[in-house]
Every structure is written in structure tokens, then in C-alpha cells.
């Protein structure tokens, strides 16, 4: 790594992680510069089929922070039984009920990738 990347990207290469567990698989961490998706620039993009998060190489620290929690995000929703990828656009439960999948998906992701969460937070 280079003294170019944001601090987040050094910080997680002297850390040594590579992953984000999500319990039943593991998703890499993949830096690509220019990054598309649809044929667009993006930030970032996480690939369930190749258990890739993909950020954006160039992203700045704050944006690549806000990015990575986006893309975990993703993961947590599925997690929780939201999946726009099987066809379904909208939810179908009560705020409360959203708020209590969402938070017991992210305290799991938090749980399996302790040292992760402890260095998005310390860089907030």
C-alpha cells in the first residue's frame, strides 16, 4: 500500500483485514480504481454472488469510512431478509420490527468482526 491511500485502507492493511465475516461466508475486501457498477462510477459495491466488497481506490477518508458502512450495510440487510436481488422492492414489516432485524444483523456482523468495527468507529 502506498502513502496515497486514505487512512482507513492503511489501517485496515496494518490490521490485516482482508474480510467481512457475515457468519455463513465470508466477504473479501477488493480495492479497484475507477470502480463501475452498471457502467457508473461508484464508491463501492458488495458482489453476493462473489462475496466481494469492492471500494473505490481513490475514495477519501471520510467517504471510503461511509462507504464500507454502506456496503456492510447490504450485507446486514440481507442478513435480516431483505434482498432487493429476489425481486422485492419494498418491506413489509413495522418500524419496530425493521429497527429489531436491523440491530440484532448488526450487532451479529459487529460480534464476528470485532477489531473491523473498533477501527469504522475510531475513524468516524
Given at each position: 500500500?502506498?502513502?496515497?491511500?486514505?487512512?482507513?485502507?492503511i489501517t485496515?492493511?496494518?490490521?490485516?483485514?482482508?474480510?467481512?465475516?457475515?457468519?455463513?461466508?465470508?466477504?473479501?475486501?477488493?480495492?479497484?480504481?475507477?470502480?463501475?457498477?452498471?457502467g457508473q462510477?461508484?464508491?463501492?459495491?458488495?458482489?453476493?454472488?462473489?462475496?466481494?466488497?469492492?471500494?473505490?481506490?481513490?475514495?477519501?477518508?471520510?467517504?471510503?469510512?461511509?462507504?464500507?458502512?454502506?456496503?456492510?450495510?447490504?450485507?446486514?440487510?440481507?442478513?435480516?431478509?431483505?434482498?432487493?436481488?429476489?425481486?422485492?422492492?419494498?418491506?413489509?414489516?413495522?418500524?419496530?420490527?425493521?429497527?429489531?432485524?436491523?440491530?440484532?444483523?448488526?450487532?451479529?456482523?459487529?460480534?464476528?468482526?470485532?477489531?473491523?468495527?473498533?477501527?469504522l468507529l475510531?475513524?468516524?
Open positions: 500500500m502506498t502513502n496515497d491511500l486514505c487512512s482507513l485502507y485496515l492493511a496494518e490490521n490485516k483485514i482482508t474480510c467481512v465475516n457475515a457468519g455463513y461466508r465470508k466477504f473479501s475486501l477488493q480495492l479497484v480504481k475507477s470502480l463501475k457498477e452498471d462510477r461508484c464508491w463501492g459495491k458488495t458482489d453476493f454472488d462473489k462475496c466481494e466488497i469492492s471500494l473505490e481506490l481513490t475514495a477519501i477518508h471520510d467517504v471510503a469510512v461511509e462507504t464500507l458502512l454502506h456496503e456492510i450495510m447490504h450485507i446486514v440487510l440481507h442478513l435480516v431478509g431483505f434482498d432487493p436481488e429476489d425481486g422485492s422492492s419494498s418491506l413489509t414489516a413495522t418500524n419496530e420490527e425493521l429497527v429489531s432485524r436491523i440491530t440484532k444483523g448488526l450487532l451479529l456482523i459487529n460480534n464476528l468482526n470485532r477489531k473491523l468495527f473498533k477501527i475510531t475513524q468516524l
